[in-house]
């Protein structure tokens, strides 16, 4: 492609250079850059991109994308912001391809995850082919293995690269997840979303986002960007509700979902056991009995967005369900790694999601027996959450074990001592701390009686632990297993 037909619809500052060279591709990383890509200097948090300019020049680089005139000789173009600008060119070189597929984004603090698994699995119930984006990286159908992927959302080039070749390979849908920080910094510019689903807004990454009102701006983006004829799916039980409804344009259809308040589809009559939750669903006025392998409050609301999304698709409500039943739980939510004593490994890592999940592991727990949490917090995050973990974990199990989670570049006693501030009980047979996590777990094997509940809670699916000065192989599953079994 001409670097003229890949900047013909970018908001330019000026051109240095000028010169129409043909462009094989877009890169942001020196190493990586291919003879003819043009390098885009992204301005990060720890690094900018124009320090490695030379080096994308020395290693073939045909021209640059940049916030300043630098000094080589091959052409410059000039934009004020190369971060919320990159997805610009990445959507053109790729020829746009979310306009020829059905992309659907979910977002919130919680459930993005389980969610889009759930739409991935309705959609292919009713017979169409539906790739996933998200956390664990991407799949092209449900029964595909992950591929892998840096982040929730990735970064527009290999974001527009993905679809790109989901759209080659004969895939119409596509279910996305889409995080606050991808919105935020515009990695999803370019993106032709014909529906999106809000799950929930509690307090996460304000590290980055500050307040709850800059964390509900960022995520409102994705349903400001819907076009006439596309829908919205809307978690009428969230305060945020209203606020998300308000922000939607003419002509996007607004479904709603809830439990507590009044909406299209509703959940009531509903009971948990260690098979999994049944309750009564109504969609508008016809009701269903609804028997999910997933657990806990959460995964009702998750089964809810899921259906909504499904019918707001046009799928018939008995195909949906019965995706819905058919589907366990995705990897590291609410997984059951152990019987006796039951150990639950969930990648719940704020306020909300450990409440969350300690309230549906307490329906679990036999009234004799004990709900013990295991859990930390993550370092170089926000550390305001932390106390409140500490309360909740304290408010809502008989035993606390208080641990490391990814401490990062951060003193893992420090951490611990913010979580220990949220926590009134002094009772030394309720609280435990042990900062090494696998030490943590095989402490559980004394702690933890064959009728009580365990949740080992913040990492999930995660097979890593990123500590001060490497990335260890670390999987809460596995080391639960090994002590367990």
Do not use: W
């Not at 849908?173 to 993106?191: I, K, P």
């Not at 009772?427 to 090494?436: A, F, L, R, S, W």
């Amino acid at each position: 492609m001409k670097l003229s037909e890949l900047i013909k619809n970018v908001k330019i500052e000026k051109i240095v250079n000028d010169k129409d060279v043909e462009i094989t591709g877009l890169s942001y990383n020196s190493k990586t850059i291919e003879k003819g890509n043009i390098f885009v200097c992204l301005k990060g948090e720890y690094s900018d991109g124009h320090d490695y300019a030379q080096m994308a020049v020395e290693n073939g680089a045909a021209a640059l994308f940049c916030e300043k005139e630098m000094p080589f000789k091959l052409p410059q173009v000039i934009v004020k912001s190369t971060r919320h600008q990159i997805a610009d060119i990445a959507a053109e070189f790729y020829n746009y391809p979310s306009k020829k597929l059905n992309l659907i984004g979910v977002t919130g603090t919680n459930g993005k995850t389980t969610v889009t698994h759930l739409i991935q699995r309705i959609v292919e119930d009713a017979k169409h082919k539906c790739a996933l984006i998200g956390t664990l990286g991407y799949k092209l159908s449900g029964k595909d293995s992950y591929h892998d992927a840096k982040h929730t959302t990735p970064q527009a080039p290999e974001l527009q690269k993905t679809l790109d070749m989901i759209l080659k390979q004969g895939i119409d849908y596509v279910a996305m997840e889409v995080s606050s920080h991808a919105l935020e910094q515009n990695r999803v510019g370019g993106c032709d979303f014909n529906g999106a689903v809000f799950t929930n807004l509690t307090q996460d990454h304000l590290d980055y986002h500050i307040t709850m009102n800059n964390y509900f701006e960022a995520k409102a983006i994705l349903f400001k960007g819907l076009k006439s004829g596309g829908f919205a799916v809307i978690n009428n039980d969230d305060e945020y509700a209203e606020r998300f409804k308000s922000v939607i344009q003419q002509g996007v259809k607004i479904y709603t979902y809830g439990i507590k308040n009044d909406a299209d589809i509703t959940a009531s009559e509903i009971d948990f056991s260690i098979h999994g939750a049944k309750f009564t669903c109504k969609i508008h006025n016809d009701e269903y009995k609804v028997n999910l392998q997933m657990n806990g409050m959460f995964s009702v609301y998750n089964a809810l967005a899921a259906l909504c999304a499904g019918i707001a698709m046009g799928f018939d409500a008995d195909i949906c369900i019965k995706a819905l039943e058919e589907t366990r739980s995705v990897d590291g939510r609410f997984e059951i790694v152990n019987k006796q004593p039951l150990v639950i490994v969930d990648y719940a890592h704020t306020p909300d999601g450990l409440e969350n999940v300690l309230k549906a592991a307490r329906e679990l727990t036999p009234n004799d027996s004990n709900l013990v949490c295991m859990f930390g917090c993550g370092g170089d995050r926000d550390a305001t959450k932390r106390p409140k973990m500490g309360k909740i974990a304290d408010e809502n199990a008989d035993i606390v074990v208080v641990t490391s989670d990814n401490p990062r570049s951060e003193d893992p006693q420090l951490i611990i001592s913010d979580i220990l501030a949220g926590i009134k009980s002094v009772n030394t047979q309720k609280v435990y701390v042990e900062p090494d996590r696998r030490t943590a777990i095989k402490m559980l094997k004394n702690i933890a009686k064959p009728n009580d509940v365990v949740v080992l809670a913040g990492k999930g699916h995660e097979d890593y632990q990123i500590l001060k000065n490497e990335t260890i192989h670390f999987d809460d599953r596995e080391e639960a297993r090994k002590v367990f079994n």
